[in-house]
C-alpha cells in the first residue's frame, strides 16, 4: 500500500468529508482547519472568520487504489473553484478553495491538478496554493457530519447533490 495525505479546503468541512468517504481507496478523512494566522483553531473562532483558517479535510488515501489525479479531478468536481471566498450560501475566507501542499512534489500535482481542472471552467479558477504549516483536528461533532445528522436540510440540500455528482461523474470509484 502507498500512502498518501493531502489536505484540501473547498467550502463547509462536511461536504468534502461526505464526498470523500465514499470513495475506494480512502483511508480516512479528518475535518479540520488550516491556513490561519491564530496558533489554534475552533469551529467557533474559524466561523467568525477572523482566525484567516480555512475549513479543510486531511484525506489519507492508498495510491495504488486511487491515483492521485483522480482524487484531485473528484476534488474540483463537487465544488466551485472559481468562486472566491465562497461555495453557495457559506460565505468568507473559511470557505475559500485551497490545496494545502507540505513539499514541492505536492505543490506541482496541485499546480497540474489546476490546470486540468481549467478545461472544465468558464471561468479562472481562484483555488489557492498554500504551504501546510498546521493541520488543526475538527471538534468531534464534525466527524461523519452528514453520516451523522441525516435530518439536517443542509444535508439534503447541500451534501447530497455533491455526493451524487461525485458518483455520477466517477463511478467506478465510487463506493
Not at 475535518?31 to 489519507?60: I, M, Q
Not at 475559500?96 to 505536492?106: C, I, P
Amino acid at each position: 500500500m502507498a500512502k498518501s495525505r493531502y489536505v484540501l479546503a473547498g467550502g463547509c468541512f462536511w461536504c468534502l468529508e461526505a464526498v470523500f468517504l465514499r470513495v475506494k481507496g480512502v483511508l480516512s478523512v479528518t475535518p479540520g482547519y488550516s491556513g490561519g494566522s491564530a496558533g489554534t483553531a475552533t469551529y467557533s473562532s474559524v466561523s467568525s472568520g477572523t482566525t484567516k483558517h480555512a475549513e479543510v479535510v486531511k484525506v489519507e488515501f492508498d495510491d495504488e487504489l486511487l491515483p492521485r489525479e483522480v482524487l484531485l479531478d473528484i476534488f474540483f468536481t463537487i465544488h466551485d473553484p472559481t468562486s472566491l471566498n465562497r461555495q453557495g450560501a457559506d460565505i468568507g475566507p473559511q470557505y475559500r478553495s485551497a490545496l494545502f501542499y507540505d513539499n514541492e512534489e505536492q505543490k506541482r500535482e496541485f499546480e497540474s491538478a489546476i490546470s486540468r481542472a481549467q478545461a472544465h471552467w468558464d471561468k479562472p479558477i481562484v483555488t489557492r496554493l498554500e504551504y501546510l504549516d498546521k493541520f488543526y483536528e475538527a471538534e468531534p461533532e464534525h466527524h461523519n457530519y452528514f453520516d451523522n445528522n441525516p435530518a439536517n436540510p443542509y444535508c439534503a440540500v447541500v451534501i447530497s447533490p455533491k455526493i451524487n455528482k461525485a458518483k455520477n461523474t466517477y463511478k467506478e470509484y465510487m463506493k
